[in-house]
């Protein structure tokens, strides 16, 4: 066997592996992240139970973007087809004024789902809000490994546009 042979082979095991380990790996991850906004729950609802006022605070792309369903509430939806972000839609599934909201995002025709909630409570100088996701890349090889990091990055990325919200609520 050549030498040439023998690395490609080592190569391909090597590869062959690396899909396995990836197989085995859960590819599904969780973030969570808790902040207390400065207003009441009141005037955080409704950035929260319409896909208008998400866009004010939760970036979402651009092209091919359309609002469907009802304007707030159960229902409203958000749906992309976009060249970076591919084509999804998030969609509000539970709606309890000033108590929280839960909702669904689904890539790719599902083949990407994240479940999330928005917690309400009134809070001393304002309210606490616990923003809670759980992803599922579904059986994926390389996407297990990417799993294993989703939660933290997940997270900040929440932190980061919570600010956002902050700055509209104290406006």
Known sequence: MSLGAKVFGGVSAAFILFLLGGLLLPG????????????????VFPYLNGMEGWVQ????????????????GVGATLSWD???YGKGEARI????????IEYEVLIEGGSLRIQGSF???PEEGGTRLQWVETG?????????YAARGMGES???AMRW???????LLEK
């Open 28 to 43: 599904t991850w969780k973030a969570e992240t808790v902040t207390i906004l400065p207003a009441p729950p009141s005037a």
């Open 57 to 72: 605070w939760n970036p979402m792309p651009e092209s091919g973007s359309e609002i469907q369903g009802p304007p707030e």
């Open 82 to 84: 976009d060249a970076q």
């Open 93 to 100: 599934l539970a709606s309890e004024e000033d108590g929280g």
């Open 119 to 121: 917690l309400l409570a």
């Open 136 to 144: 599922d890349f579904g059986w994926n090889p390389l996407l297990g």
């Open 154 to 156: 997940q997270a900040e």
């Open 161 to 167: 546009k919570l600010e956002t919200l902050r700055a």
